[in-house]
């Protein structure tokens, strides 16, 4: 098993379970084959409070092939139904020249600008402006030669298992540790656009951990922020969203992207679960101990003279809490009082 548990510094920032999760706002093709919008999406993004913006570094002939037939084009009634690949990612594609500019905003607003590469070219190019990681998409986990070119970088890789068998993410992330990379996560992934809840399974995240000893994370191509929040609860210590300025401006990947009052809301509710989990504690933790004071109590309800019967009349359970435990209150029926009582006084040992 690799063993990739310890925290992943990432510039200024560190990856871990001991940490909030590190929120990824995937750009894909939402650019819209616009820089200008391209450098507003990282503004956004980073107004919403991300960790981390990622793009993808790619060329259409790197990809595949220009035919407009057969498996060359989808035909799976889906969202990119009738579409050849060509013409896809000639779409979706990011133009390199745009990598420079959109790396530089991403360093103005104090969050990291990354990519994932999809051919060997791209890495050499990635190398060249000093990427700080790099995320391997789930259809390219099986290229081993991408994977071994990243991994000789030394950097940490993020490694997408969308449609992978446990024994293929065995094999992915021990080529990847043998060729050179220490600090590996996975995410869990749904390769279906968009993906349901139903489809999403992030209870396999902790399995995932156990199995394969590195971080896991999510790559959440479902609408909303439900199955990302969920995820944290199963140790997800990365979460990856698409993210756009607006659904309705169209796009490749626009339909299954978060807006940035959703994004924004994902940052805040994935931090806040984080939090919630806390430790196994049983017990008032410090901030109830004020609360204890309202449990209820037995207490005297009538005033009573030495001697007098307690009596289902004069000694109820009530709040607040400073008299005698409520389960008490059958032991404490029929015994005298030793003492006058004024009603309203909690009850004690002393005053049997």
Same mark, same amino acid.
């Given at each position: ?18 940490? %909030? @999760?590190? +929120? $990824?706002?995937?750009?894909? *093709? ?5 820089? !200008? ?5 990282? &503004? ?110 030394? %950097? @940490?890789? +993020? $490694?997408?298992?969308?449609? *992978? ?5 065995? !094999? ?5 540790? &043998? ?110 101990? %004020? ?62």
């Amino acid at each position: 098993m690799i063993e990739s548990m310890k925290n992943i510094k990432i510039a200024d920032k560190l990856i871990g379970v001991d940490h %909030k @999760p590190f +929120i $990824i706002a995937e750009m894909s *093709a939402n650019h819209n084959q616009s820089l !200008e919008r391209a450098l507003k999406i990282v &503004d956004e993004a980073a107004k919403c409070g991300v960790d981390a913006v990622k793009i993808q570094t790619a060329t259409p002939d790197g990809l595949t092939l220009n035919i407009n037939e057969g498996e060359f084009v989808v035909n799976d009634g889906g969202l990119w139904n009738k579409n050849s690949l060509y013409e896809l990612y000639t779409k979706a594609h990011t133009p390199w020249e745009w990598h420079e500019p959109i790396f530089k905003r991403c360093q103005e607003h104090g969050i990291i600008g990354f990519s994932s590469p999809f051919e060997l070219e791209a890495v050499d190019f990635l190398e060249s402006l000093d990427v700080p990681l790099y995320k391997i998409a789930s259809f390219e986990m099986v290229d081993f030669h991408l994977i071994r070119k990243v991994a000789a970088t030394g %950097k @940490p890789m +993020i $490694i997408s298992t969308g449609m *992978a068998t446990a024994a293929e993410i065995d !094999e992915t992330v021990h080529i990847a540790h &043998d060729a050179g990379c220490k600090n590996i996560i996975l995410l869990k992934c749904t390769s279906t656009y968009p993906a349901t809840p139903k489809d999403s399974n992030v209870i396999t995240i902790s399995h995932m951990r156990e199995m394969t000893q590195c971080q896991v994370g999510l790559s959440d191509h479902t609408m909303g922020i439900g199955a990302a929040v969920a995820a944290v609860a199963f140790g997800a210590t990365v979460i990856e969203k698409h993210f756009t300025l607006k659904r309705a401006d169209g796009g490749v990947d626009s339909a299954f992207s978060l807006e940035p009052n959703e994004l924004k809301s994902l940052v805040i509710e994935t931090e806040r679960a984080f939090h919630a989990l806390g430790k196994v504690t049983y017990g008032s933790v410090k901030s109830e101990q %004020k609360s204890k004071l309202f449990r209820r109590s037995l207490y005297i309800v009538q005033d009573m003279k030495v001697g007098d019967v307690l009596t289902k009349e004069n000694l109820r359970i009530i709040r607040p809490g400073f008299g005698l435990y409520p389960k008490y209150y059958d032991v404490l029926l029929g015994k005298k009082v030793s003492k006058n009582i004024k009603c309203g006084t909690p009850t004690n040992w002393d005053m049997i």
